[in-house]
């Protein structure tokens, strides 16, 4: 099966090594005997009317951020489009914040955002950064990352976090919760990249596209030997563990 991806910004939004999380959807995809397909999608682009299973978005500072804000939100309708007709959505921190209503910059500024995630986000002073490791109860799994924020997201009432943040400071750092679900579409602060060291969040990411491509269910998807994205998680919630969460 083909999977079409289209990756928001893929030249300003990529902080992190969160390129790294195509590349790791391209594998496990091939690996299942599926090819993926990705398309930049970057300022003055169309997002073409049902032509991607999944939108990618990557984080950046606040100067990219400003950058491709405003273009970004031109293009919410079609987001919004794609989304309601099932495609998936997987967005990391810079990327992530501009999914809310808005995003305040330490100067005040308000970034418009795509209004697709019911939340907004407001940058402090203290930026808030280390390793995060996450229960995402939803999937009796955990999650285990590396953060990088001012900003501080607070999720509208009717919002779905991710997961409770065990070790780290997540969302912001009070609420006791990171990122930000909703159906197909996933929000994170966590970068690393994200995929490599969570591989069941890739497949799960790839199950939902592949259901967009399919018309169907989310498929089960083969089962990998993981040994060394288990390791890896393992050290990075040791990390986490260790010193995730203290300024
Ligand atoms: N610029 C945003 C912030 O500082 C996002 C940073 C990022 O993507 N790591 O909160």
Redesign the pocket.
């Known amino acids: 099966m083909k999977i079409r991806v289209g990756h928001l910004y893929p030249d300003y939004l990529n902080?992190y090594a969160d390129r790294g999380n195509i590349a790791v959807l391209a594998r496990r995809a091939a690996w299942r005997g599926h090819e993926l397909v990705v398309d930049g999608v970057s300022m003055g682009d169309a997002v073409q009317r049902r032509a991607y299973d999944l939108l990618y978005v990557g984080?950046?500072?606040?100067r990219e951020?400003a950058l491709v804000a405003v273009d970004l939100a031109a293009k919410a309708d079609a987001v919004h489009e794609a989304v309601a007709g099932g495609a998936a959505v997987l967005a990391v921190?810079?990327g992530y914040?501009l999914l809310g209503s808005y995003y305040r910059d330490r100067d005040g500024v308000e970034l418009p955002g795509t209004g697709l995630l019911p939340l907004h986000t407001i940058?402090g002073q203290r930026r808030m950064i280390g390793d995060v490791l996450l229960d995402c109860q939803w999937a009796g799994r955990t999650l285990a990352g590396f953060e990088?924020?001012?900003?501080r997201t607070l999720l509208d009432d009717v919002a779905a976090p991710l997961g409770r943040v065990v070790h780290g400071f997540g969302n912001d750092g009070e609420s006791g919760f990171e990122g930000c679900r909703a159906g197909r579409v996933i929000g994170t602060y966590l970068?690393g990249p994200l995929l490599p060291r969570n591989p069941w969040l890739a497949d799960w990411v790839l199950a939902q596209a592949l259901a967009h491509a399919t018309g169907g269910e989310p498929p089960e998807l083969e089962p990998l030997p993981d040994e060394l994205e288990r390791e890896a998680h393992g050290v990075a919630a040791g990390r986490a563990r260790a010193r995730g969460g203290r300024f």
């Open positions: 902080i984080g950046g500072q606040d951020q921190c810079g914040q940058a990088n924020h001012a900003g970068h």
